[in-house]
């Protein structure tokens, strides 16, 4: 069964309500649509109702069976901004609550999560990482024993499916970060059917190279069998002795993970985002994220550069997400 057929499997019929914060673009109206009509989720688009079903007009669609929710409208506002309020201890009155909670829609469609209106959130379409994952750190907050939150891309081609981490967050991550990274990018695996492997990747197989990025990769593999001494994992290891299985029999030969990895784990932000879109744009991989790890509730993050199919994909693995915690 592929990711989708797995994920349609799960999430028809739930009711799993996740909002989308830019009801602006048609892309992201586009594929409300799609999920209201296929029965996989029940969207919340953010905007104001008559532009809502004005762009969905034009563009030859019907939104009326939408939840369209303009935060001015909202008859439940006053309860958002005293959560707020609340959530955030202090650092802000209830005047800047009003005004943040009515002008950033992001912030609205985060409050509507943690209140418990909601399932999940994806957004990023129109806006920057950062102002979908400022909002989600500040008001949903990381899951108890986990410090940083951590973005993972499925890769998928034909009956492979990959994950590959960290891709969209950490820009350089200590080795106890990298640590927790590869045992949540395992249960982000485990909850899309995928039975991880789980390596640490380096330029240096099992000391073939002595720098202080290699040890700290080191430092890392060490920590996580610590954390999670029943994962499948190994490191520091070279690619090709992670994926290659007769490349991972040469260079570590005493690995249960060397030549089998289904989870990778990038030594830093830059290397994981490039070795993404390498092989999503040379090796024709479908990429399928970022998908973020850690937080009290899934809040996933879109590319400026996404079509209505990846919203489309994406709030549905958001939508399983939610089933899981």
Not at 105 to 115: D, K, Q, S
Not at 292 to 300: I, M, R, S
């Amino acid at each position: 069964m592929g990711l989708f057929d797995f994920i349609k499997d799960k999430v028809k019929g739930k009711n799993v309500k996740i909002v989308l914060p830019e009801g602006n673009d048609w892309r992201v109206l586009g594929a409300a649509i799609r999920l209201k009509e296929d029965g996989l989720v029940d969207p919340i688009v953010i905007g104001k109702e008559d532009e809502v079903l004005k762009l969905a007009k034009d563009n030859n669609k019907d939104a009326s069976k939408l939840t369209i929710m303009d935060p001015a409208k909202c008859g439940g506002i006053d309860e958002l901004i005293e959560k707020f309020v609340e959530r955030r201890k202090g650092k802000i009155d209830e005047e800047g609550a009003r005004k943040l909670l009515l002008e950033d829609p992001n912030y609205f469609g985060t409050m509507l999560v943690y209140a418990g209106k909601a399932d999940g959130l994806v957004s990023g379409a129109t806006r920057s990482t950062g102002d979908t994952v400022r909002p989600a750190l500040q008001i949903i907050k990381m899951q108890p024993g986990y410090g940083k939150t951590s973005g993972v891309m499925i890769m998928i081609k034909d009956d492979e499916q990959l994950v590959f981490a960290d891709v969209a967050i950490t820009i350089a991550p200590e080795a106890k970060d990298l640590a927790e990274t590869a045992i949540l990018s395992a249960k982000t695996a485990k909850q899309f059917n995928i039975e991880p492997k789980v390596a640490m990747l380096s330029f240096s197989t099992k000391g073939s190279a002595a720098s202080d990025e290699v040890t700290k990769v080191a430092e890392a593999t060490k920590i996580a069998k610590e954390n999670a001494p029943d994962l499948a994992l190994d490191g520091e290891m070279q690619f090709d002795a992670a994926y290659v299985e007769s490349v991972g029999k040469s260079k570590a030969p005493d690995s249960k993970v060397a030549g089998h990895a289904n989870v990778f784990v990038f030594p830093s932000l830059e290397a994981g985002n490039i070795g993404y879109k390498i092989a999503q744009r040379l090796g024709g991989y479908e990429a399928v994220g970022p998908i973020l790890q850690g937080l009290n509730a899934p809040v996933n993050d879109l590319s400026r550069g996404c079509s209505e199919e990846d919203v489309y994909k994406l709030s549905l693995i958001t939508a399983a997400q939610a089933l899981n915690d």
